[in-house]
């Protein structure tokens, strides 16, 4: 079964930049659809945006539209998450997943998960 791994968290202060990567291994994944989830400690994991690679069509949270930017390098399997203007409330753990079918918010239309990467956001 395909992976997926997330890299490029880290501790950043308030209005800095953070790029995040996932890459995919193993075997072809079947979809061409990828999003990114994050969950904050005692929080449900939520939904930050989505790409299909095919079409380029992109959605995104109200809580990140117009900070964070989703892309994706299909020849090399891999999506990358650029967040800008960052906030203490974008702390959490940001999972990228391989979308599966049905309401591209719930976590269960998502068939492969990584293991997720902490951002930090604090003066």
């Known amino acids: 079964q395909g992976q997926l791994v997330e890299s490029g968290g880290g501790l950043v202060q308030p209005g800095g930049s953070l790029r995040l990567s996932c890459a995919a291994s193993g075997r072809t994944l079947t979809s061409n659809t990828m999003g990114w989830f994050r969950q904050a400690p005692g929080k449900e994991r939520e939904f930050v945006t989505i790409?299909?690679?095919?079409?380029?069509?992109?959605y995104y949270s109200d809580a990140v539209t117009g900070r964070f930017t989703i892309s994706a390098d299909p020849a090399k399997s891999t999506v990358f998450l650029q967040m800008n203007n960052l906030k203490p409330e974008d702390t959490a753990i940001y999972y990228c997943a391989q979308y599966g079918g049905g309401n591209y918010l719930l976590t269960s239309s998502y068939a492969v998960w990584g293991q997720g990467v902490q951002v930090t956001v604090s003066s």
């Open positions: 790409i299909n690679y095919i079409s380029g069509s992109t």
